[in-house]
């Protein structure tokens, strides 16, 4: 899954004067925490608070931390400390932490940071306005991170502002304690929501003019264990390679919740609908059908991407990391999935460097990019973690043999993307335009003409497109057509066609979303 960060800031009222104060935040880690920050920062507007994107005069500063390797937990701590010499109206920001590290560090945190004001976890987001009352009331060191022991999931996505792609909780926690990961003790036990519960939240998302939805969870195709199938869904037994799975017949499941999406008429402005992440052992026979043509019974609105999370090529690690999973298995569900669907892109998660890995394990996950043939990867060195079963075997790989690893996969890797990439060239694509490009030049391949911008945008698969804007609006959270041109590794570049699409894009009153988050890749 990617890895990533964000920014926003409350507010200290003058004698008698209703001033609006500001908070800030900034979030390391998946999109489960951007998302949970997106709840952060609408709770806190409705407290009242206005975001910064500066955390110099934000009265309110919070970091939304990850912890599932040493270094994004080292780097959340010394961010923190970065802000506790800041004054605002010549007072201290109020400081407090919170997601997978508030989760796990709890009040030993304020030990390593004595400044810090509360610390808060992933299951007490709701009572963020809460514990900022009682802080801007004086009181210091409050820690909310009980986790919420209820069986039922029940919960209303909450964004800032109009925005055209937003990411909806549909399950949280995960079950499955892979022996290296952190995330099973800082996320909880596996809830899913109600099927209906989320189709109406969707709804409501997409009367505010939401166009593509990410469906997220630690393993979303686990989605509906326990929860009863109330409506007649078709209830399935769930198959997959290695049996039956996640889900049983008479439980709500994941395909059925992307099949009703498809059929509700209320979320017909919803064009796509994209998930992540999810384990190869819940990957069903069931979901791989989704992806089939809609005329050949798959999901209409399901794009053509695929993030599958594998960790080793090599089935000895793969056993020793509680995968549960076995490499043939996995190639089998890629290869059924592309036969239904050649062009889908498909991505993963690798760690190098596990306890034991060999230079023969790690070559297997070589031999596994090129059999895959991934459009990407993130990959990632070893690193033990506090609790889980893995950190008691010993930490045998040196970490310049990881990093040497490291490097190669990725160098390995770039030139199977370059090929995926490069067969593009010369064909049509529908993007969803996110905003304007970082990087305002479109390689060699192209001039950017005079007063025009670069734009980017993502096909259904995943791929980004970079493109000169020449129409006279902005774009952003349009769907438009475009022509690759050219390819990197990493991008494809495109002309804008000025047909039909273009001719909607341009006459419609879509929103333009406010860009409130900001990430950052933490390795
Ligand atoms: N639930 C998802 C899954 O199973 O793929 C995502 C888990 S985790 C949030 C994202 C990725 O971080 C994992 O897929 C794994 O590659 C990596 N990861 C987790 N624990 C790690 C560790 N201790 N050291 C290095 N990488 C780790
Ligand atoms: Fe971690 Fe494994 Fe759960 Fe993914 S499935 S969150 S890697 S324990
Ligand atoms: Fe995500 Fe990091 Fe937590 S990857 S679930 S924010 S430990």
């Given at each position: 899954m990617a890895q990533q960060e964000s920014g926003r800031a ?13 908070y800030f935040i900034r979030t390391f880690g998946c999109q489960m925490n951007v998302a949970d920050s997106e709840r952060m920062a609408a709770l806190l507007t ?5 975001p910064t994107d500066n955390p110099?005069?934000a009265?309110v500063i919070l970091i939304n931390g990850c912890t599932v390797r040493?270094k994004a937990v080292h780097k959340a701590v010394s961010t923190l400390?970065t802000y ?11 400081i407090g932490i919170g997601g997978c590290v508030g989760q796990l ?14 610390v808060f976890g992933t299951?007490?987001i709701?009572?963020l ?29 909450k964004v800032v502002?109009?925005k055209?792609?937003a990411f909806?909780n ?13 995330v099973?003790?800082t996320r ?26 990410t469906?997220l ?59 992540t ?237 406010k860009p409130l988050i900001t990430t950052e890749v933490v390795q």
């Amino acid at each position: 899954m990617a890895q990533q960060e964000s920014g926003r800031a409350a507010g200290a009222p003058g004698e008698g004067q209703e001033q609006r104060g500001k908070y800030f935040i900034r979030t390391f880690g998946c999109q489960m925490n951007v998302a949970d920050s997106e709840r952060m920062a609408a709770l806190l507007t409705e407290q009242g608070l206005d975001p910064t994107d500066n955390p110099k005069e934000a009265e309110v500063i919070l970091i939304n931390g990850c912890t599932v390797r040493e270094k994004a937990v080292h780097k959340a701590v010394s961010t923190l400390g970065t802000y506790q010499n800041f004054e605002v109206n010549g007072r201290k920001p109020l400081i407090g932490i919170g997601g997978c590290v508030g989760q796990l560090e709890k009040d030993s945190i304020f030990k390593r940071a004595p400044y810090l004001d509360f610390v808060f976890g992933t299951d007490t987001i709701d009572q963020l306005p809460e514990i900022v009352y009682r802080v801007r009331k004086g009181e210091r060191h409050i820690v909310y991170t009980d986790f919420d022991k209820t069986r039922d999931y029940s919960t209303e996505t909450k964004v800032v502002g109009y925005k055209a792609q937003a990411f909806v909780n549909i399950m949280k926690g995960c079950d499955k304690f892979c022996t290296y990961c952190i995330v099973p003790f800082t996320r909880g036990r596996e809830k899913s929501r109600l099927i209906d519960e989320v189709l109406n939240d969707l709804a409501r998302m997409a009367a505010s003019g939401v166009r593509e939805i990410t469906l997220l969870g630690q393993n979303v195709n686990s989605f509906g264990k326990g929860n009863p199938n109330e409506k007649a869904r078709e209830p399935k037994e769930l198959q997959n390679i290695i049996g039956k799975v996640g889900p049983r017949a008479g439980e709500e499941n994941f395909p059925q919740l992307l099949r009703a999406i498809d059929a509700d008429p209320r979320l017909k402005g919803i064009k796509r609908v994209r998930f992540t992440s999810s384990h190869p052992l819940d990957f069903s026979d069931e979901l791989i059908e989704c992806y089939a043509r809609a005329e050949q019974g798959g999901v209409a609105k399901l794009t053509g991407q695929l993030h599958l999370p594998v960790q080793s090529g090599s089935n000895r690690i793969l056993q020793k990391m509680g995968r549960h999973h076995q490499i043939e298995n996995y190639i089998a569900q890629m290869d059924r999935l592309r036969e239904l669907n050649p062009d889908v892109g498909i991505s993963t998660d690798l760690i190098v460097g596990f306890p034991t890995e060999t230079e023969e394990d790690f070559q297997q996950t070589i031999a596994l990019l090129d059999r895959v043939q991934y459009d990407s990867i993130f990959a990632f060195a070893y690193s033990p973690r506090p609790g889980t079963r893995a950190e008691k075997l010993p930490d045998d790989v040196p970490n310049d043999v990881k990093n040497d690893r490291l490097n190669r996969l990725l160098k390995h890797q770039l030139k199977i993307a370059e090929g995926r990439y490069a067969s593009r060239v010369g064909h049509v694509m529908e993007i969803l335009v996110e905003g304007e490009a970082k990087n305002q030049n479109l390689g060699k391949t192209r001039e950017v003409p005079e007063n025009t911008r670069v734009f980017m945008g993502r096909t259904t698969c995943n791929r980004i497109v970079n493109f000169v804007n020449d129409s006279p609006r902005n774009l952003t959270g349009q769907f438009v057509n475009v022509k690759i041109t050219g390819a990197t590794a990493l991008s494809l570049q495109g002309e804008l066609l000025h047909d039909s699409a273009f001719a909607e894009a341009i006459s419609s009153r879509g929103p333009i979303p406010k860009p409130l988050i900001t990430t950052e890749v933490v390795q």
